[in-house]
């Protein structure tokens, strides 16, 4: 029996063990839609907006490793798209887009609601295309599902309103064959890796996300270096926990002990990371970089030699070339420092601090209405979490506070827009790891400014009875932005934030709110938020006058600083 474009599709994701698809249903999709409703394994999980629809689908495809699927209708639907597939496409998540079109006959005439779907998505997709026949099917849809897995990013395909519901008259199966290679190097650029790091007395790892798969071997590696392990963000998933090398972030999140290390060693290894911060890379030191992705070496900071290939099959090669380094000294002044930058964070995120000496003198200057910390609630958080908790945090200060004071002990995972940067991300992407791991604790790090642009979609979590736990960090500011001009010392400006009472607002969608106002409360309102059943939104407001400082501040910025505290003070910020 002849099947539909439609039916080709949802029968192939099937196939593929895709389990939701995200989206907002629409005229061009609705043969596509009827599909999925006939379908007994593919869910249609209909969003509010669909932005949220592309964090979700690039969340699924995160934390699973496989396919994420949503779909967009004709026009402003597709558009809509946008953003979170730049999300997707900067974290290489493997991401299947089925966009609507307007009917074939009226393509490139101006038609009510036309957009060239090809050209949009120009620049963010692997693959795109437009099926013009039913008999480009399935073979355009096994190309868009190729290059998306094997390429790790997003794929377009388009299907005009007229065409997902006709017949194809050759009905063959979909062939996807996804197996995609191994590799390492060649021995002779092994040796030389192997050579200079021997050479080098002060070896320090910066391992990043594409290094998750190797652990076993990133820490023999360590172990054999006597080398402390600076972590990118991406990276404290598999290897936050339990490692008795690393010593947290680099960067504006970072510590000061993670600079040290990486700006007193005479040789770097780069291990799966694409460290994006010129700035925070040492100088004068040799480099060795291992990556599965060619064009990644050498494109942060200059490299001696540059190794192509899986991080584990790499360093398997090259851990028996490696000598065995006895002196510790470079290893333990950075855990020591580590260690005592960590005890400092613990004072402060503790609810007491306020009331001893040091904690009065801080808050004299920048907590005088004694509100609660942000780090206190990051640190209750991490006390109260699951250890198999999926994390999900927004950008800007929501994932400062994760990187400083949430461990990815256990079997903890974490997601974010850490590679586009982008707001609004943290609940969108809950809402996918929610319906992909339903038994699991999912904790969404949420900035105010972040949540409430996509705040609609907190329907769809009511809608779907998802449990997920909303964490509210309300400074009542764009937080991260108000840091930046007060560092260039500028005052700040347009930063503010009249936001309602989220738990309120919550409450009035149909989910549990809890709202915290006082620091002596915190602790059982963070316990309280996890006991409860089904999903939650914990509104905290947070002291909107922290500051993060980075693990290597200069002059200059604490001089920026400064300047635009004695602007905000002046009537009417004068210069």
């Not at 904690?359 to 004299?364: C, F, I, S, V």
């Amino acid at each position: 029996m002849a099947r539909t474009v439609a039916h080709v599709i949802v029968d192939a994701l099937e196939e593929l063990g895709v389990q939701h698809v995200f989206g907002v249903v629409g005229d061009a999709l609705n043969p596509l839609t009827d599909a999925i409703r006939t379908s007994d394994d593919i869910s249609w999980v209909g969003c509010r907006h669909e932005e949220a629809a592309a964090f979700a689908a690039g969340a699924q495809s995160q934390l699973s490793g496989t396919l994420g699927v949503c779909m967009g209708t004709v026009g402003p639907g597709s558009v809509h798209l946008l953003n979170g597939l730049y999300d997707a496409a900067k974290s290489h998540a493997p991401v299947l887009a089925i966009c609507g079109q307007v009917p074939l006959s009226e393509v490139g005439s101006d038609y009510f609601q036309e957009v060239d779907n090809d050209l949009l998505f120009r620049d963010v997709a692997v693959y795109r295309a437009t099926v013009t026949s039913p008999d480009q099917m399935p073979r355009l849809l096994e190309s868009a599902v190729r290059a998306a897995v094997t390429q790790g990013g997003v794929a377009v395909l388009t299907v005009p309103a007229d065409l997902g519901d006709r017949e194809l008259t050759d009905d063959r199966p979909t062939r996807f064959a996804l197996d995609r290679a191994v590799t390492r190097p060649e021995d002779p650029a092994l040796v030389r890796a192997a050579a200079l790091l021997n050479e080098a007395s002060r070896v320090t790892l910066l391992v990043g996300q594409g290094a998750r798969g190797a652990r076993t071997e990133v820490l023999r590696a360590a172990e054999l270096l006597s080398a402390p392990m600076v972590l990118t963000l991406k990276a404290k998933e598999g290897f936050d926990g339990d490692n008795p090398y690393q010593v947290g972030q680099t960067g504006l999140i970072g510590n000061p002990a993670a600079a040290h290390a990486l700006d007193s060693g005479d040789a770097l290894l780069m291990l799966g990371t694409d460290f994006p911060y010129r700035e925070w890379y040492p100088q004068d030191v040799k480099v060795v970089q291992i990556d599965a992705r060619e064009d990644h070496l050498g494109r942060r900071t200059p490299v001696d030699v540059g190794l192509a290939g899986d991080v584990g099959a790499t360093l398997r090669a090259l851990l028996p070339l490696l000598e065995d380094v006895p002196d510790r000294g470079h290893l333990d002044d950075a855990r020591k420092r580590f260690a005592e930058w960590q005890e400092g964070q613990r004072r402060l995120a503790d609810p007491a601090h306020e009331h001893r000496l040091t904690g009065k003198l801080r808050a004299a200057l920048d907590n005088r209405d004694h509100e609660i910390r942000p780090e206190a609630l990051a640190a209750a958080v991490d006390a109260h979490a699951a250890d198999d908790a999926v994390f999900t945090s927004d950008t800007g200060m929501a994932t400062v506070w994760l990187s400083r004071f949430v461990t990815m002990r256990g079997d903890r995972r974490l997601i974010g827009s850490y590679n586009l940067g982008s707001m609004a991300n943290a609940m969108p992407q809950a809402l996918g790891a929610q319906l992909w791991a339903p038994d699991r604790q999912i904790v969404a790090f949420c900035g105010d400014g972040g949540l409430s642009m996509l705040l609609g979609d907190l329907m769809t979590i009511k809608t779907y009875r998802l449990p997920v736990k909303l964490v509210v960090f309300d400074n009542r500011r764009l937080g991260m932005v108000k840091l930046e001009q007060e560092q260039m010392g500028l005052p700040e400006f347009g930063t503010e934030l009249d936001n309602p009472d989220f738990a309120a607002v919550a409450t009035a969608l149909g989910l549990t709110g809890i709202r915290v106002t006082d620091p002596d409360d915190l602790d059982d309102a963070v316990r309280r938020a996890f006991d409860t059943p089904g999903p939650v939104l914990l509104d905290v407001l947070t002291n909107p006058e922290e500051v993060a400082v980075p693990g290597k501040a200069t002059v200059s910025q604490g001089w920026g600083f400064a300047v635009a505290k004695v602007k905000e003070m002046l009537p009417g910020n004068a210069d």
